[in-house]
Nanobody, 124 residues
Framework: QVQLVESGGGLVQAGGSLRLSCAAS????????VGWFRQAPGKEREFVAA????????DYADSVKGRFTFSRDNAKNTVYLQMNSLKPEDTAVYYC?????????????????WGQGTHVTVSS
């Protein structure tokens, strides 16, 4: 069992940056693939980015490629999503998800564990 807690969301102007964190407790996080998903009001939850458990593979949604970057600090049991050049359409609740020994998957069903989400609002 692993518990995930997201943080780092907030209000930012278009063109600005935020860094989201996903901290894990309960298990060694280095054995887990991690995905970031987001859900805007009235829309379905969509894939943002993912990293495999080994860290050797990453995947990004086309809408965020070149702007968002995934990283992880296994010593802190934390993964990060650096979000640059933010746009109003990036406004959503961002969720991290994890799966033990998983791959960098863009499928929600790939991940067994989910956090509660952190709100990101980008003003124009």
């Amino acid at each position: 069992q692993v518990q995930l807690v997201e943080s780092g969301g907030g209000l930012v102007q278009a063109g600005g940056s935020l860094r989201l964190s996903c901290a894990a407790s309960g298990r060694t996080f280095s054995n887990y693939a991690v995905g970031w998903f987001r859900q805007a009001p009235g829309k379905e939850r969509e894939f943002v980015a993912a990293i495999s458990w080994s860290g050797s593979n990453t995947d990004y949604a086309d809408s965020v490629k070149g702007r968002f970057t995934f990283s992880r600090d296994n010593a802190k049991n934390t993964v990060y999503l650096q979000m640059n050049s933010l746009k109003p359409e990036d406004t959503a609740v961002y969720y991290c998800a994890a799966e033990r020994y998983g791959g960098a998957s863009d499928y929600r069903t790939h991940y067994h564990y989910w956090g509660q989400g952190t709100h990101v609002t980008v003003s124009s």
